[in-house]
């Protein structure tokens, strides 16, 4: 694995990264410098059912009736899908009244769509080369295609106001894929590595609200599920986007407007990442970033285990595990959730007959959505319990109880544990 | 509501990276999207120092070290400090907090390391956010850093995000509740049945 260094040739002219090209066309100009504050006029606004309530409540108390571009906004549910309490009834009838009201007519509704930043993966919504921007952070899963959606978290109340924000155009970080990742490991592998080397002090650069760019002999291979499970293994480290050099696989990018780097495109900092010798991880209790080798922590018993929401959601996930999963039961003690990322994704995973290998397994299937990983709102975890799972986070009390522990590994390693009750190695049970 | 960018305010001194969830503010109020500062300003820096809340004092200090904010972008621990209007001084912040600090209203100047000015729990500060300047009056001592970036100095010249929204409103009026017009969330929603109701 390489140093990091400086690339980019000054004498490429007007040559500029991914990055630069999606802002610089959301500000109708011909050039954006990073660093520099524009105000960027997005495709779409996103905004999910954690914030919908909260954005009426702010723009109504400051005098705010309409917002400036509806047709632009979209709403969707996917954080308490089937509701467990008379908050959750409100809220959902609030957002609905909400939506009218502001005449937000792309709104997805729970069951309509699924997994926020999966089904508009899915359903074209996104597309590459796309600016948009989210209240939710993890909308760096649209990189997967090559779109780049900012996370504004609560401004977003200033967007649906005014249609845009000030914007920091952030510096890119070129992370080159090297080798072929070995059986049993999966690009969520790769993420808690990264994660680990940024949060260590690894490599000479700062990844706070930086974007990270794949590229790189490595990538080749890599399906749109594992795209999607890199960018969103590594965002909760801070990162402004994750890109990818190359065009997304199985996307018809025709007619699509440019949204790869140029060559000699100027990059913050790059290096290079060998994917040969990685091993399968799982990230320890309290961040993405406390990244281990499962070897060494097999055995460690688990109550629940998670495979899906916008950590590992796509349908290549759900074949992945269940070709660990086929012909076998869990362990006794063991509850397990499947969470399809999309409405989708629930109808193929039917169709197909993987949902007969999960419920076979003694899996539960849940609605499409973020599952247990919003706060526990569906299938949460009780004090003194064990997870692991392919959620986005394991920070304190994620999944439910603050005392509770909540690993993170890919789809392979959370069906390995399933199946064993412990924490195990997907490289054995795929032997 | 045009504030000042000057602020005068005794320390409360935390060391590097306090995270914002179970730091700042427990994760249980983000995940309740609780916003009501009155609720929140109680439970301020409770899981780190439970009697932080009966010390502080509307217009005191926060001044940390490195990384101060870090973790998950969850932002009710800044809705309290700017309902008290406390001002942040800090060795460094990841970049989403920051952003999430000043939209809340609530100051914030990085660049600030103990050694470059030594600062104790209980002195008195004054920081110019526009000049940088910081003066320990308790100690008679004083430094400078970066000044706040422009773009942010005229947010919390409105008081927050809420204070621009004000006046991009007046300049659009289009926009307006109409007169007479009900909140659909004020609507009575006749749902009483549920056990657990919240």
Redesign the interface.
């Known amino acids: 694995m390489g140093k990091a260094e400086q690339s980019g040739s000054p004498s490429s002219g007007r040559a500029m990264n991914a990055t630069q090209k999606m802002f610089a066309r959301a500000c109708s100009r011909d050039w954006v410098t990073p660093g520099e ?1 524009v105000y960027p006029d997005p495709e779409l606004v996103i905004v999910h059912d ?2 919908v ?2 954005a ?5 108390g ?7 571009t509806p047709e632009k906004v979209i709403f969707l549910t996917d954080h308490e899908v089937s509701y467990s ?3 959750a ?2 809220r959902g ?2 957002i609905r ?2 939506a ?2 502001w005449e937000v007519d792309q709104f997805f509704d729970v069951g309509r769509g699924g997994q926020g930043h999966i089904f508009p993966i899915e359903s074209g919504l996104i597309r590459p080369g796309m600016f948009v921007m989210c209240y939710d ?1 993890h909308c760096t899963n649209f990189g997967a295609v090559g779109a780049l959606a900012m ?1 504004v ?3 977003v ?2 967007v649906l ?2 249609g845009t924000i ?1 914007t ?1 155009v952030p510096h890119t970080i070129n992370i080159r894929l090297q080798g072929q990742m070995p059986k049993g490991t999966h690009a969520r592998d790769i993420g808690f590595l990264l994660s680990h080397g940024f949060a260590s002090g690894r490599w000479a650069f700062n990844h ?2 930086r974007v990270i760019e794949f590229g790189g002999p490595g990538l080749v291979g890599f399906s749109l599920a594992a795209r999607v499970a890199l960018c969103n293994s590594i965002t ?1 480290m ?1 990162v ?1 986007n994750v890109l990818f050099n190359e065009p997304p696989p199985g996307i018809n990018v025709s007619g699509v407007p440019d949204f790869l780097s140029d060559p000699g495109a100027t990059y913050e900092a790059s290096i290079d990442f060998d994917l040969s010798h990685i091993e399968p991880q799982v990230a320890l209790p309290g ?1 993405p970033d406390r990244a281990a080798n499962v070897a060494d922590h097999v055995g460690r018993p688990v109550d629940h285990a998670v495979i899906g929401s916008c950590g590992s959601g796509m349908y290549q996930d759900f074949v992945d595990a269940a070709e660990i999963m086929r012909g076998r039961r869990i362990a006794d003690r063991v509850r397990m959730f499947v969470v399809p990322g999309s409405t989708a994704t629930a109808k193929r995973l039917a169709n197909e007959g993987l949902t007969q290998v999960f419920i076979d397994a003694g899996a539960m299937i849940l609605p499409s959505g973020c599952g247990p990983c ?2 526990g709102s569906m299938g949460p975890l009780g004090p003194g319990e064990v997870s692991i799972a392919t959620a986005a ?1 394991n ?4 999944f439910g109880a ?1 005392e509770a522990e909540i690993y993170l590994g890919s789809p392979l390693t959370v069906a390995a544990s399933a199946l064993s009750g412990c924490l195990a190695d997907p490289r054995k049970s795929l032997q | 509501m045009i504030k000042s960018l000057q602020k005068t305010g005794r320390c409360h001194v935390f060391g590097d990276s306090i995270p914002l969830d179970e730091g700042v503010m427990a994760f249980a109020f983000a995940i309740g999207r609780i916003t009501d500062p009155a609720e929140l300003i109680p439970h301020l820096f409770e899981c780190i120092d439970p009697s932080f809340a009966s010390r502080v004092m509307p217009g005191d200090f926060v001044v940390a070290g490195k990384d101060f904010g870090c973790g998950k972008p969850h932002f009710q621990g800044f809705i309290a400090m700017a309902a008290l209007d406390m001002g942040v001084l800090c060795g460094s912040m990841p970049r989403t907090s920051l952003r999430g600090a000043i939209s809340k209203g609530l100051p914030v100047l990085t660049g600030w390391s103990p050694q470059h000015l030594p600062i104790s729990d209980g002195d008195v500060i004054e920081v110019s956010m526009e000049t940088g300047m910081i003066k320990n009056i308790t100690q008679k001592s004083s430094a400078s850093v970066e000044p706040m970036p422009i773009v942010l100095q005229d947010i919390i010249r409105h008081g927050g995000v809420g204070g621009q929204l004000k006046g991009w409103l007046d300049q659009h009026p289009q926009l307006q509740l109409q007169p007479g017009a009900v909140s659909v969330l004020q609507q009575d929603i006749p749902i009483k049945w549920m056990k657990g109701a919240q």
């Open positions: 504050v954690g914030f309530e909260t009426y409540k702010e723009l109504t400051l005098g705010y009736g309409r917002i400036t309490s008379q908050r009834v409100e009838r609030n009244s909400i009218k009201e952070m996370a978290g609560p401004e109340t200033s106001a005014t000030w920091e706070d609200y909760e801070g402004a961040g919003a706060g986070t920070h304190t009390g994620r603050k």
